[in-house]
């Protein structure tokens, strides 16, 4: 079956600094891959997807780039800042589950002043 | 578009009274998912159904959770009787059923069960 294995956090970094949360899937097919983002309070809301090998997903700074041969995801952003502070989701949808998504556990990140 | 809206956004009940949680997807989304959020067990799949049948229910915990989609626009999600253990943050997400299957979701019930 299709599996989503993140980045254990939390992860607390500083202002302005480097981020990088990494995913890895094992799906049977051509998954199309997604992050998501949770900010305190509020429902799951799409940062950013990518849905054939090769491809930049990019949304307010972050990215990520779709790597078949490595099964991976990776969420990158070059500058975080306090409003970046929330739980990042990996995920992943194929057509053989019929738009059924796989989630990861979620990875916190904290950014401090 | 108003996106998915959920009611109520706070629920205190005590344990043994029935709840009912409720959700309209976006207009012309086929598919309807009902998420249980907490700290320990993470984000789970309770039910999902397309075009108002449901499709997948096992992720629901137990028999006093059961839900329905009695039409495009509207799904209830019920706990008779609830439990403390019941407490969470309890979403839900619709889809367009078009590839790639992006969700989006709720602003979420959150359940209080004393």
């Known amino acids: 079956g299709n599996s989503v294995t993140q980045m254990e956090g939390p992860v607390t970094l500083s202002e302005e600094a480097f981020l990088t949360i990494n995913c890895t899937y094992t799906?049977?097919?051509?998954?199309?891959l997604f992050w998501y983002v949770q900010y305190p309070g509020e429902g799951l809301q799409l940062l950013l997807k990518?849905?054939?090998?090769?491809d930049k997903g990019s949304n307010k700074g972050f990215e990520a780039t779709y790597r078949k041969e490595t099964t991976s995801f990776h969420l990158e952003k070059g500058s975080v800042q306090v409003s970046d502070s929330a739980v990042y989701f990996c995920?992943?949808?194929?057509?053989?589950?019929?738009?059924?998504?796989?989630f990861g556990d979620g990875t916190t990140l904290t950014v401090k002043p | 578009d108003a996106g998915v809206i959920q009611s109520p956004r706070h629920e205190v009940t005590e344990m043994g009274q029935e709840v009912t949680l409720r959700c309209k997807p976006i207009?012309?989304?086929?598919?309807l998912f009902w998420y249980r959020q907490t700290m320990m067990r993470g984000l789970e799949l309770l039910i999902y159904?397309?075009?108002?049948?449901?499709?997948?229910d096992s992720g629901m915990p137990e028999d006093r959770f059961s839900a329905k989609m009695p039409n495009a626009s509207f799904s209830t999600l019920k706990i008779q009787p609830s439990e403390p253990r019941d407490s969470a943050v309890y979403f839900c997400?619709?889809?367009?059923?078009?590839?790639?299957?992006?969700?989006?979701f709720g602003p979420g019930t959150r359940l209080t069960v004393t």
């Open positions: 207009s012309g989304h086929d598919y």
């Open positions: 995920a992943l949808s194929d057509n053989t589950n019929a738009g059924k998504s796989t």
């Open positions: 997400a619709s889809s367009d059923g078009q590839g790639p299957y992006e969700q989006y």
């Open positions: 990518a849905t054939k090998a090769d």
């Open positions: 159904f397309n075009n108002n049948v449901p499709i997948d």
């Open positions: 799906a049977t097919g051509y998954p199309s």
